[in-house]
């Protein structure tokens, strides 16, 4: 039998483009070479006929061409051709307003474009099989694919450090401003206790630029952004109580934005970004990952990666009870005593208080965060193997071919 060949077309060089696109498939040909043939093209020749016609199958995420208006209608000489077209997606198309990216996708309508690619397509994959049901009303072929990890990859090799305190840490990106609120108020309801443990914020980025409007000309300039400016600078307040619960002269180091050790760093750790070969190492710094998420359709058709990634560092987890969060978790807390779980889980009504009653449960029974994160492990690491997650996918191109 002939090699399948595949056709991958990620959305970006990182990120997204990493899990979703480069390593799933760069490790489908290295576990079946007999079997597929795979090119990873982040710029296909759109207008050459022949180009298509070497492969069986055509993998993209959100679109093929960068003019999303163009996508169906190649999608529809693909399929004529007898080309299969297999559409990816890890986030739901429009997200909430308060969402950084939101006036730029509804101006240009990306949402729309994004929707119809996907009907356009003759199969989806996603990550969960909760926006495995949205996603349906679209489109019915959908297959659910999850995020996976490469255990032997060596940013999910490296070792944490011991430590005689409880370490909580945040790891994420600059579009959880309205998440990170729901923890306002938690570290200051554990000001007596902040000697007893650390407090990491993972991923602190200052770079980027602004967009300036003269009101009196329209005239727009763009200029480099000031790291007082950023989320970042923000996410900050929220961990330190602005800058509350650290001493003054730390709080002047900090507000130099320089990126070098301060020599006296007490309580709160801010740690900078990594590239995305690298960034999972942050897992190493704290023992228990805090994952808040506020409750909107967005963040429901999330994927639970932050799940996965604090299991596979084996570390506990306290995580809001909504959408992604739900599938694998399970609270491990009852009428103030530990039962069988893997997780803490905080209800939408109960984010005043319990984010501090929970890190404060583990504070004092630091033995139980070590063994939540060994159950964490328990439930992640054979469901997210990219290995067996390979499999899955193999059978799935075999089956279309």
């Not at 990859?153 to 998440?179: C, I, N, V, Y």
């Not at 890190?359 to 992640?380: F, H, S």
Request: contains cysteine; glycine residues 4%.
């Amino acid at each position: 039998m002939a090699k399948i060949k595949i056709l991958v077309l990620p959305s970006d060089r990182t990120g997204v483009g990493k899990f979703r696109s480069v390593e799933p498939h760069i490790f489908l040909q290295n576990k079946y070479p007999e079997d597929f043939h795979v090119d990873i093209d982040y710029e296909p020749k759109i207008d050459d006929d022949n180009y298509w016609k070497n492969y069986d199958i055509v993998h993209f995420h959100r679109t093929i061409t960068k003019d999303y208006d163009s996508t169906p209608a190649l999608i529809e000489k693909l399929h004529k051709w007898g080309i299969v077209t297999v559409g990816d997606i890890d986030d739901y198309w429009l997200p909430t307003k308060e969402h950084p990216a939101y006036a730029m996708i509804l101006n240009n309508k990306l949402h729309q474009k994004i929707t119809a690619n996907l009907r356009a397509a003759q199969y989806i994959t996603t990550t969960t099989s909760i926006f495995a049901q949205e996603i349906k009303k679209l489109n019915k072929n959908v297959i659910v694919l999850p995020n996976s990890i490469n255990p032997n990859e060596p940013q999910f090799q490296a070792k944490t450090e011991p430590s005689d305190k409880l370490r909580f840490g945040w790891l994420g990106g600059s579009s959880h401003l309205h998440d990170l609120k729901l923890l306002g108020g938690t570290f200051n309801l554990l000001s007596s206790l902040k000697d007893q443990y650390d407090l990491f914020l993972c991923g602190f980025d200052v770079r980027g630029s602004v967009t300036e409007i003269d009101q009196r000309t329209g005239q727009q300039r763009q200029r480099p952004i000031r790291p007082e400016e950023t989320v970042w600078a923000k996410y900050e307040e929220i961990f330190t109580s602005k800058y509350n619960l650290i001493d003054e002269d730390y709080k002047k180091f900090l507000l130099t934005y320089k990126q070098e050790p301060y020599p006296n760093e007490k309580f709160y750790h801010r740690v900078w970004t990594q590239p995305v070969t690298s960034y999972a190492k942050n897992y190493t710094k704290f023992d228990v990952s805090l994952a808040p998420i506020k409750n909107h359709l967005f963040n429901r058709m999330k994927s639970q990666l932050k799940v996965i990634e604090a299991g596979f560092y084996k570390k506990a987890i306290i995580a809001s009870n909504i959408g992604p969060y739900t599938i694998d978790l399970k609270h491990s807390l009852k009428n103030g005593n530990f039962v069988d779980g893997n997780a803490l889980l905080v209800n939408e009504n109960r984010n005043h208080g319990d984010w501090a009653k929970f890190m404060k449960k583990l504070i004092n029974n630091p033995t139980w965060a070590e063994d939540l994160g060994e159950r964490l492990y328990e439930t992640v690491k054979d469901t997210y193997n990219l290995n067996n997650v390979t499999d899955t996918r193999a059978q799935f191109y075999k089956s279309l071919v």
